[in-house]
């Protein structure tokens, strides 16, 4: 529920992952309160599992906080990721990040790994698509194969016969 008025920067977060949800990447989408600073959403996603969203409006930045819960399961995951993700670069332009538009920034707080991504330019749409679409190739592409199941299990709580079924 919204505490204040509702801003073009709030509703335009809102449109884009409601749009989601409605396509189907999301298997729900909920709009939570905001204040002056930050506007929160909450979408259900890979295996079901519930992701925090924020809008820093100050900073421009929206993150998918606790993306990867519990990664000290698999020590390995972390390092990984980060090679991977530097490896989006040489991916096609319109399945990388501008850099001179918007930064990335994957960050490890207690045992979770939060992904941010900042505009550098105001255009929050380019910003929260593209979050979403790098989020969308950890979850199916860096995650996808059986490397990580153990981590899918033990750290995400997904169901294992979902995997090995």
Request: charge should be neutral; charged fraction near 30%.
């Amino acid at each position: 529920m919204r505490t204040d008025a509702a801003s073009p920067d709030v509703d335009l977060v809102d449109d884009i992952l409601r749009g989601y949800a409605q396509k189907g990447v999301f298997q729900g989408y909920a709009a939570l309160s905001h204040t002056a600073g930050v506007a929160r959403y909450r979408i259900r996603w890979f295996h079901g599992q519930v992701i925090d969203v924020t809008l820093d409006r100050k900073r421009q930045t929206i993150a998918l906080v606790d993306l990867l819960p519990a990664v000290d399961v698999e020590p390995a995951l972390t390092p990984n990721l980060r090679a991977f993700l530097k490896q989006l670069s040489d991916m096609p332009e319109h399945r990388r990040l501008d850099e001179t538009r918007a930064r990335l920034t994957l960050r490890r707080k207690e045992n979770a790994l939060t992904l941010s991504v900042r505009s550098l330019d105001g255009d929050l749409d380019y910003a929260c698509r593209k979050l979403v679409h790098i989020a969308n190739e950890i979850l199916l592409v860096f995650l996808g194969g059986r490397l990580y199941d153990s981590y899918k299990v033990e750290g995400l709580g997904v169901d294992p016969e979902q995997l090995w079924g």
